[in-house]
């Protein structure tokens, strides 16, 4: 019997399988958390070099996206699959076996290349196969797998942190991406013909110039970083909100941390149906929307009321569904221009939003954190300026068919 291929089984089967890539990326950047302290007290390291493990993960997952992308497109998205699975599960093990702090910066490092193969070779899959509002429902969909991490991952990362140490930690992450390996060897195959295949080039700085030239890219894009800058603030000033002003012991952060991980997974489903029945467009102006009045709630709450658990999680309640319907909607309406360049196109989109959230909540972050003023004037800019992009692509595009 001929093995079945990807291009043959359902839409709910890809997404299957290709949600472990993504997921890897969120995975290793949450499940560690609960250890910070005790790597920080392990290594008698400062607080901002221990940041780096956090900071320098996503900066470099952005950047690597440059690179990965158009070696997809020249080499196919499967050969790059397994060496990203291979680069990360070398990362762990790095981390896992690290004698000082800067070791572990490296494991971190190293796991961020690997980790944002996976995920820029799973989205540029998705363009071989889906187009139009198809292609940003099965994005959406796609997403919400993300939002697993952040549910389960801190709470495993604390049991394990409890009952054995940060090393157990990598070396778990290690075993998963050696299941993932597995897994992909027996269920996908190769989707980019030869004859699409680009070569990576001298011009490719000019190739990126193009795509993000583009209006329709630019825009969505735009839209999509703004919602995962609104996530990477919250989950950078979470544990001092949290903790240090509201005084919930840490055995419980995980907990109210996995709400807004259950809101950004149901919001993602949201968003790929939403896309799908009111259009591309019309999801990303709505998660805009929503974005801004969480901002508003957020310090309405606090002026009114003082500090509190439910001014603070309520109010990211609604951001987490706001921000998943740009997250979602805005990848599907990025990359839908851009057929036989979706891994490079794929690639850019990542890069712009990692680097744009990066910058938002590391700029946010200059500041002590003593409110929940300085998160929520954050989310009534973001909300603002992805509302702005979105009147003004209905302004130069009103008759474009992702509306």
Known sequence: MTPKTIQSRSTFAVILILAPLIFSFALALDIYVPSIPAIKAYF????????????????????????????????????????????????????????????????RIVQAIGACGMMVSAFAIVRDLFSGDDCAKVYSFLNSTIALSPILAPIIGGYIEHWFNWRITFAALASISLMILLS??????????????????????????????????????????????????????????????????????????????????????????AAKKIGTFNTVFLGAILMTLSGLLMIGWYLYFGLSLFGFMGPMMLMGLGGAMLLGAGAGGAIEPFGEMAGTASALFGCCEFVFAFLISTFVLQWKVTSTLPLGLTLIILGCLATALCLMYRKIKPTNNLA
Do not use: W
């Open 184 to 273: 992909v060897s027996i269920t996908l195959n190769e989707t980019l013909p030869m004859t699409k295949r680009t070569t990576m080039s001298t011009g490719l700085l000019k190739t990126y110039a193009h795509i993000f030239s583009n209006q329709t890219f630019f825009i969505f894009t735009m839209c999509a970083s703004c919602g995962f800058a609104g996530f990477l603030t919250f989950f950078s000033s979470s544990s001092y909100i949290i903790i240090s002003l509201l005084h919930i012991t840490p055995d419980h952060f995980g907990f109210y941390f996995a709400s807004l991980g259950i809101v950004f997974f149901i919001g993602s489903f949201i968003s790929g149906f």
């Open 44 to 107: 008698n390291a400062s607080q901002l070099t221990v940041q780096l493990t956090v900071s320098l993960f996503l900066l470099m997952a952005g950047l690597g996206q440059l690179l990965m992308g158009p070696l997809s497109d020249q080499f196919g998205r499967l050969r790059i699959i397994f060496s990203s699975i291979t680069i990360f599960t070398i990362g762990s093990i790095i981390c896992t076996l690290s004698t000082n702090i800067n070791m572990l910066i490296m494991g």
